[in-house]
């Protein structure tokens, strides 16, 4: 299995104007469908005003963790195009959205796929891209009575804590080398109160 893969480093935006209609891209680093809930949330906030919100994600290194969504255009006209361009550039863990200003003329289904892809594809060339490694995702759920010792555990090891809650139990994520993930894991299952849940490798 391959252990590294390409993303966007950060956001990024480009931009397709045809016939009155406006096509803005957006490409961000993305690993989850939860997450790229939010930021297609936070998009449709952000322009209220437009008329479709069409986007694709491509997530993991299997090839089968992906979706296109028209977002009401005709069907493959903008989610397809849009995935196409996330395999072009042969990344994963990437979201794009295109948001579209209608401006009045129907493009037709050739018309709206050329500006989807191309929304995209600027977005993806104003991008910059990471080679990045995959790591084991895990969620550490435990007692307050083992919590400074796992805690220590995890300092001692340089494993950083991606998010924490410390309510009625404690939970943390974490993530894990591919290399060590085995034998940290096999460490950490002493620990009498631990339960490990795997969230997945990205």
């Not at 931009?15 to 469908?33: L, N």
């Not at 939860?34 to 997530?59: G, M, T, V």
Request: net charge negative; charged share 25%; glycine share 8%.
């Amino acid at each position: 299995m391959k252990v590294k893969y390409r993303t966007v480093k950060e956001r990024s935006e480009g931009m397709y104007k045809e016939k009155g209609s406006k096509f803005i891209g957006i490409a961000v680093p993305c690993y989850t469908e939860p997450e790229a809930n939010d930021f297609l949330s936070e998009w449709k906030k952000e322009h209220n005003q437009a008329r479709h919100l069409c986007y694709a994600y491509r997530f993991g290194m299997d090839d089968n963790s992906y979706r296109a969504n028209d977002d009401g255009e005709p069907n493959n006209s903008a989610g397809a195009p849009i995935l196409g361009q996330i395999d072009s550039f042969e990344l994963t863990n990437t979201l794009i959205g295109v948001v579209r200003y209608y401006g009045g003329t129907k493009l037709g289904v050739g018309g709206l796929i050329n500006a989807y892809r191309t929304a995209a594809k600027e977005a993806l060339s104003n991008a910059t891209t990471v080679e990045l490694e995959m790591y084991d995702w895990v969620q550490l759920n435990f007692g307050y009575e083992d919590m400074p010792h796992i805690m220590n555990f995890l300092k001692k090891n340089n494993l950083e804590v991606k998010t924490k809650n410390f309510e009625t139990d404690c939970t943390v994520t974490i993530n894990l080398p591919q290399e060590s993930s085995d034998g940290i894991k096999h460490e950490l299952k002493s620990f009498d109160s631990l339960e490990i849940t795997e969230l997945g490798t990205y």
